[in-house]
């Protein structure tokens, strides 16, 4: 019989950097130790902004079940091909680190090679979308160790009523990294200046200051400095405000392992112009928003000219968005269901 929730064993948790930092796949990691522990499930967390991160985790009782960001895998690598002998070791993949975008294509080789060098050697990884799980079969993990567990969704106590004026306030909520496409939105933007729009970015402008830097320039260039505001990071209780006022979601990422920005913007009845880009049709239906390619700077300025001038369209979208949001995981049982495939891969 297997045990409950409360009287499982504990695990340990490595993580990149370090888990305060306000990025999705920090905040998905931060509900997950968190939902683990309120059930009575002891949780180690180790962060590998530790000058001796390597040490605990290569400390670690033997059997212990010990969950990797796949961020940290990097400057792990020495290590897991011991540690898969004497840990029970799960994968926690929430896009694969050779698939970000932005970064030299020699470091993205290398990157891709420590995947596949690495990720056969645990005893399964978990993802959230169908999309990263088909990345990492693609960097040879077999499919029977590959567990797709998506995150929950934050949603708001009380839906404001529905949206059917016209749309002016666009928010995108993305850290200014490559990969998220700043620019691409700004360039689809710029030949609509003389639509009443707003955007306001929210997003840690030092995360990549190169591209926010390149980001400010495209703002100045074309003279928007009045239209886009770049708010910086912001705590989650701040974002929710931020989705609560705004009448749009708007994004022009280049790749999304899952998308919980795109999901909360659903559940505060956002529409949205969007991109298929990695997981993202996963999360937004049509119904919910107009997708478009990714980098396709015409398909995109024409899907946000069709937003900003058919109200009718925007009150569709907002109406499908609702109803998308009613079938997401909220967090509890998101949590539930990433500890039963935890303990599934790792044997506990």
């Keep these: 019989m297997k ?20 990025t999705g796949g920090q905040l998905f990691n931060r509900h997950i130790i968190e939902g683990l522990r309120r059930s009575g499930r002891p949780v180690r967390v180790v962060e590998t902004a530790d000058p001796d991160a390597v040490r605990q985790v290569e400390a670690l009782p033997a059997g212990t079940a010990t969950v990797i960001d796949e961020e940290a895998l990097p400057g792990l690598a020495e290590s897991i091909p011991a540690l898969a002998g004497h840990l029970r070791l799960i994968a926690f993949v929430h896009h694969p680190i050779s698939e970000e975008y932005g970064s030299p294509a020699a470091e993205l080789r290398r990157l891709a090679a420590i995947e596949r ?10 993802c959230p979308s169908r999309r990263t799980a088909a990345g990492v079969a693609a960097l040879g993990v077999s499919a029977d160790r590959i567990a797709v567990t998506p995150p929950g ?11 059917s004026g016209p749309v002016r306030r666009l928010l995108y909520v993305a850290n200014l990294i490559p990969r998220k496409g700043h620019a691409v939105l700004i360039e689809a933007l710029a030949p609509l200046r003389d639509l009443p729009w707003q955007l306001d970015c929210i997003g840690a402008l030092d995360r990549d200051p190169a591209t926010a830097d390149r980001v400010r320039r495209r703002v100045d260039e074309h003279g928007l400095g009045e239209r886009i505001r770049l708010s910086g990071a912001k705590p989650p209780v701040e974002v ?4 609560a006022a705004a009448d749009a979601f708007v994004s022009s990422s280049l790749h999304e392992g899952y998308g919980m920005a795109w999901a909360e913007a659903m ?11 990695g997981a993202v049709a996963e999360v937004v239906p049509p119904e919910a928003g107009i997708l478009v390619p990714p980098g396709n700077i015409e398909a ?3 899907a946000l000219h069709r937003l900003l001038t058919d109200r009718r369209l925007a009150a569709s979208l907002a109406m499908g968005a609702r109803a998308a949001a009613q079938r997401l995981p909220d967090w509890p049982e998101a949590v539930r ?8 891969l790792a044997g506990t």
């Design 267 to 277: 559940a505060w009845g956002l529409p949205q112009v969007t991109t298929t880009a």
């Design 3 to 22: 045990p409950s929730p409360a009287t499982r064993p504990g695990l340990a948790f490595v993580v990149a950097g370090r888990l305060s930092m306000l």
């Design 117 to 126: 060098r690495l990720l056969p050697r645990f005893r399964g990884v978990l």
């Design 337 to 344: 269901e990433w500890a039963t495939a935890f303990d599934r």
């Design 153 to 163: 969704t934050e949603k708001p106590a009380t839906l404001p009523p529905p949206r």
């Design 240 to 243: 929710a405000l931020a989705y």
């Design 300 to 302: 995109l300025s024409t």
